[in-house]
């Protein structure tokens, strides 16, 4: 059950590296706009607000990766920052688009479920 956990935690933190790539370095270019539906212009004035996000992705794909080199020990970091996942997919998926909820918070809530139910 550990590897299985522990490879939902990778995933979720590969997801968010993704993320900040996405919106950090790709959002006006022409896979971010494809990703996210939007026209070059919304993503010139939008691109600061999201690469702020981005870069809020990435510290919770760190904090995940923290969580998972140090094992046991990182069970407190897996939780939280998992349980970050989850809130911010919910409230992304309320405010900006549903598919926020199937890409971002199922997987973290996954994760999280495995890690709180796997031994520590």
């Not at 059950?1 to 490879?7: G, R, V």
């Not at 981005?54 to 990766?65: E, W």
């Not at 996942?85 to 999280?112: D, E």
Request: with cysteine; hydrophobic share 55%.
């Amino acid at each position: 059950m550990t590897m299985i956990t522990d490879l939902v935690v990778l995933l979720v933190a590969l997801l968010h590296g993704y993320f900040l790539i996405l919106e950090m370095f790709l959002w006006d270019k022409p896979m971010g706009l494809k990703v996210f539906g939007q026209s070059k212009e919304k993503a010139e004035t939008t691109k600061v607000l999201a690469s702020n996000q981005g870069l809020y992705n990435g510290f919770i794909a760190g904090g995940l990766l923290v969580g998972l080199i140090q094992g046991t020990a990182g069970y407190d970091f897996k939780v939280y920052f998992l349980a970050c996942v989850v809130v911010a997919g919910i409230y992304g998926a309320m405010t900006a688009s549903r598919k926020i909820l199937f890409v971002q918070a199922l997987p973290g809530a996954i994760g999280l479920l495995l890690v709180l139910f796997s031994s520590h």
